[in-house]
Nanobody, 124 residues
Framework: QVQLVESGGGLVQAGGSLRLSCTAS????????MGWFRQAPGKEREFVAT????????YYADSVKGRFTISRDNAKNTVYLRMNSLKPEDTAVYYC?????????????????WGQGTQVTVSS
């Protein structure tokens, strides 16, 4: 079992930045690919970014490419999402998730464990 706890969300003006963190319990964090997803009100959960177990490979949704950066620190059991140039359309609850695979995977069905989410609100 893996428990995931996100933090770092909040209210920011358009053009601003935030860094989300997700800390995992357990000793096998480095065995999991990690991902970030988001869900806006009235919309389905969508993929944002993923990183492989060792951090060498990443993959992003087109909507955030060039603005968001996913990274991980396996010594701290933590994955990060740095979000720059935020837009109002980035407003959503952001979730981190862990997949029992080592490569990058974008589909939510690959992910076995999910955090409770953290709210990000971008004002115009």
């Amino acid at each position: 079992q893996v428990q995931l706890v996100e933090s770092g969300g909040g209210l920011v003006q358009a053009g601003g930045s935030l860094r989300l963190s997700c800390t995992a319990s357990g000793r096998t964090f480095s065995s999991y690919a990690m991902g970030w997803f988001r869900q806006a009100p009235g919309k389905e959960r969508e993929f944002v970014a993923t990183i492989s177990w060792g951090g060498a490979n990443t993959y992003y949704a087109d909507s955030v490419k060039g603005r968001f950066t996913i990274s991980r620190d396996n010594a701290k059991n933590t994955v990060y999402l740095r979000m720059n140039s935020l837009k109002p359309e980035d407003t959503a609850v952001y979730y981190c998730a862990a997949a029992t695979t080592r490569g990058v995977v974008a589909g939510p069905s690959w992910y076995d464990y999910w955090g409770q989410g953290t709210q990000v609100t971008v004002s115009s």
